[in-house]
């Protein structure tokens, strides 16, 4: 590192548990982030605030004014622009440094499992099932953690899946993808701004324990908070037996027909 880099990361590397090596590491990593949406805004500035190296955001949507509300990474002149290019020129201004590739497009199938196996950790800011599927089973694949979280009205949830270890549960564990899972509809059901802050925060702190191997993760467990009281619960994450995805079974059919918004 660099004079200007020493000052810059300074306050990282006063902390004992991260210090100049653990800095480094974050230098030197590469982060998937997938939806440049409420959750993905705060993600993004926390990662790129911290000096992960390389970033690679992907989302096909556009900025709108009713995004503005809640994704913060985005600027009201920033309307009509793809997310993904409005973004990244935001986290250029804060830290030039990181490196930001940007996918504008819904990723899947190999573009998707290129992208995952490429990156050290994937967090998961997307708004439907489908996709949150489709990551999960590309880093079961190639074996790295997962940064899931999702926020819709009040209600936030957040959990790693660290498939570095074979013995971790994967969101197919979680959320079968047959499961009776309920309809919602973003545009109609609302969320509450900060709550996508605050989960979105969550997952960046999260991923950059991961990425330094500091702390204990949140793999194994799911939190839900509820922002009305501010109550978190916190349920711990069993493998399934019987899941098809992480334990080398066949593959379930995805239900392309349901279509939920978690994000917002
Ligand atoms: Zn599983």
Redesign the pocket.
Known sequence: MDDNQLLRYSRHILLPEIGIDGQDRLLASHVLLIGAGGLGAPVSLYLAASGVGKLTICDADEDDLTNLQRQIVHYTDSIGRKKVESARDTLKRINPETRVEIVAQRVAGALLEELVESADLVVDATDNFATRHAINRAC?RFARPLVSGAAIRFDGQISVFDLRDPAS??Y??LFPESGELEEMRCAVMGVFAPLVGIIGAMQAAEALKILTGIGETLNGKLLMLDALTMQWRSVRLR??PA?P???GGETAQVDQSRTSCQAG
């Open positions: 079961v549960a994967c197919h564990c493998k399934d899941c995805v992480c334990m």
